[in-house]
């Protein structure tokens, strides 16, 4: 049996809230991925060009995270939420993707959006990862239920 984490950043709440139905699903660990100084209101303000979030997305600064995965090399496979930011991921993503070796394990990326999809962040976030990396598909979650989210976990075969 596969060692599994989700790992996920989450502000609102609603990509932790999904982060969780999955490692219940998956039987993994989880990680929240979380920038060393916290977000504000106004710093997420995303109609603000001079926002702390605006800013991070303009000119893709990858926020400093605060703590790390100390057992990364026993996972087989990593879960990867986030929500959508301007069709991306979060330049926090970046960041985490590029603080570990990926290579062997499966990567499964997995967004919350009220409207865009995952298909550009994923292609951004795949690259940060070792060649050797199996990326696998991902997945929008936009209003699913959790017995949806489970056999979407389950069709993974992990």
Known sequence: MS??????????????????????????????IKPKVPYT????D????????????RTLARPEIEGSVHNMASYDAVF??????WYMA??????????YDFAGKKVVPFATSGGSDIMKAAAVLK????KDTVWLDGKLI?????????????????
Not at 13 to 27: F, H, L, Q, W
Not at 46 to 57: H, I
Not at 80 to 85: D, E, M, R, S, T
Not at 127 to 130: D, F, M, Q, T, Y
């Open 3 to 32: 060692k599994i984490l989700v790992a996920y950043f989450s502000c609102g709440g609603d990509t932790k809230r999904i982060a969780e139905v999955i490692a219940n699903a998956a039987g993994a660990d989880t990680y929240e």
């Open 41 to 44: 209101e106004a710093d997420l």
């Open 46 to 57: 995303w109609r603000d060009k001079d926002s702390r979030s605006s800013v991070e997305m």
């Open 80 to 85: 990867v939420g986030f929500p959508i930011w």
């Open 90 to 99: 979060p330049t926090i993503i970046n960041g985490f993707l590029a603080s």
């Open 127 to 130: 690259p940060l990862c070792s």
């Open 142 to 158: 936009n209003g699913e239920s959790d017995d949806d989210i489970k056999a979407w976990v389950d069709s993974l075969g992990l």
